[in-house]
């Protein structure tokens, strides 16, 4: 455990430096956000942090001891001053970072979706003249030529939509990954940072002729928070990148794919998504449709709270949401209840 505290102080001294980088050149990336919530995480023990400290000190002389605390102690009190004095990073940076890192598939996925769906009129009409040959005359060679086109078109096809989908899982992960790591941790590296500094007092003293003292957090910033649930998915990025192109626009105003990503997962977000004029009764039977995909529990938990956040009246949802489907629907409702056929199949 000693040896936590010797990896401590460089990992305290690149803290430092990413804080310092971002007040002198505003720079910040996902890589930065990373390393400051993997640092919390793996640091915010105060009892081990203790633990680790009393080894130190019955395992060292006291000249090596006080050097080793020294040291650590002079990096925190340095991220301390750098958090005290000077606008370090908001929210919305580090949600700008996040997102960023979460759309980095998008452009390649749009260009391999389009590579994709060019290959599949040819499919299709491949398959169509083959399977409709035995239908008229045809030579043995017309035969095995039109088989042969068929399964050259589809060889085509598969290879790109493998390309697709392996984009496809590629963004589901940068984006799981990137709601990971979404929630800003300086404020909690700063409260923790003076439990630290409580901690050292007691093993090796504080300089009398210290020129600052450290103002100490008042009491509610004392109090450790809960650990942060982990946001769960009910809907991988895949479904809802379908839904959102057919349905963002048409039944819902205008959201950002990311946003729309986190709403239908009921994450928190500043963006609400919001249900177009006279939209309510397909987006109840989207929910259906999307409620069916759940497990049972999952299912009546995400329906009542997507309800909610839509303003979708329970009773409401009950009575509206089969009408696209009903024996007489509009033509609209027709049209929708096709799109959503073709997606939910």
């Not at 043995?140 to 030529?145: G, I, L, P, Y």
């Not at 809960?226 to 205008?254: R, W």
């Amino acid at each position: 455990m000693a040896g936590e505290i010797l990896i401590m102080i460089p990992q305290y001294g690149e803290l430092n430096r990413i804080y310092s980088d971002f007040i002198v050149s505003h720079t910040f990336s996902f890589d930065k956000q990373k390393f400051i919530t993997n640092f919390y995480k793996q640091y915010n023990d105060t009892k081990a942090f203790e633990a680790a400290i009393l080894e130190l000190v019955l395992d060292k002389q006291k000249e090596q001891y006080t050097l080793i605390l020294d040291s650590l102690r002079a990096e925190i009190e340095k991220n301390m001053m750098l958090y005290e004095k000077y606008p370090l990073l908001d929210d919305e940076i580090i949600s700008r970072v996040c997102y960023h890192f979460a759309d980095r598939y998008n452009i390649d996925i749009e260009e391999q979706l389009e590579v994709t769906q060019k290959l599949n009129k040819p499919l299709n009409e491949a398959y169509n003249r083959y399977d409709s040959i035995d239908y008229r005359e045809h030579t043995a060679e017309e035969e095995k030529q039109a088989e042969k086109e068929y399964e050259r078109c589809k060889a085509e096809y598969e290879k790109e939509k493998e390309e697709l989908d392996k984009l496809y899982e590629l963004q589901k992960q940068a984006r799981k990954e990137a709601f990971q790591y979404i929630e800003n941790c300086c404020g909690d590296i700063y409260k923790l940072s003076f439990h630290f500094m409580e901690i050292l007092a007691k093993y090796i003293p504080v300089a009398k002729d210290k020129p600052e003292e450290l103002t100490k957090p008042s009491e509610p910033d004392m109090q450790e928070e809960a650990p942060k649930e982990e946001q769960h998915e009910y809907f991988d990025m895949e479904l809802l990148s379908h839904v959102y192109t057919t349905c963002v626009g048409e039944q819902f105003e205008n959201i950002s794919e990311y946003d729309f990503y986190a709403c239908m997962n009921l994450h928190p977000g500043k963006c609400k998504l919001k249900i177009k004029t006279r939209e309510k009764i397909r987006v109840c039977y989207l929910i259906f449709l999307m409620g069916e995909q759940l497990p049972k529990l999952d299912r009546e938990n995400w329906k009542k709270n997507i309800l909610k956040m839509l303003d979708i009246e329970e009773n409401y949802y009950k009575s509206k949401y089969k009408e696209p489907v009903s024996d007489f629907p509009s033509d609209s409702n027709q049209k929708f209840a096709k799109e959503m056929d073709a997606i939910f199949r």
